[in-house]
């Protein structure tokens, strides 16, 4: 049977694998973010291929605040560029509580 030092022990390596898959999956919505708004900002104004409002919402606020907001400021996003700066950094302060709560 475990000491209660190992199992304490055996619970903070768990919490702290935990939390690089965590970070490690922040990092990739992030990177996945900050893309989808640099391909959609290169593509024509009037082009039909753009990219769905939604879609790039939703990846917002699944934990790509952070490559939102640095990808409007860095490509001059235009297309209703307060909204979703809005949404990034309400997104990015959700995450971040929720995160903390987590861990």
Do not use: W
Not at 19 to 42: A, E, K, P, R
Not at 84 to 96: G, H, L, P, R
């Amino acid at each position: 049977m475990l000491a209660l030092s190992e199992k304490i022990d055996n619970l903070f390596a768990i919490q702290h694998g935990l939390f690089y898959v965590v970070l490690g999956v922040t990092i990739l919505m992030n990177v996945v973010s900050f893309l989808m708004f640099y391909f959609d900002s290169q593509k024509p104004v009037n082009s039909t291929s753009k990219a769905n409002t939604q879609a790039l919402t939703l990846y917002t606020f699944l934990l790509g605040g952070l490559g939102t907001l640095l990808s409007i400021l860095i490509f001059k996003y235009q297309t209703k560029r307060n909204y979703f700066i809005i949404i990034s950094i309400c997104s990015i302060i959700i995450n971040a509580v929720l995160l903390g709560l987590i861990f």
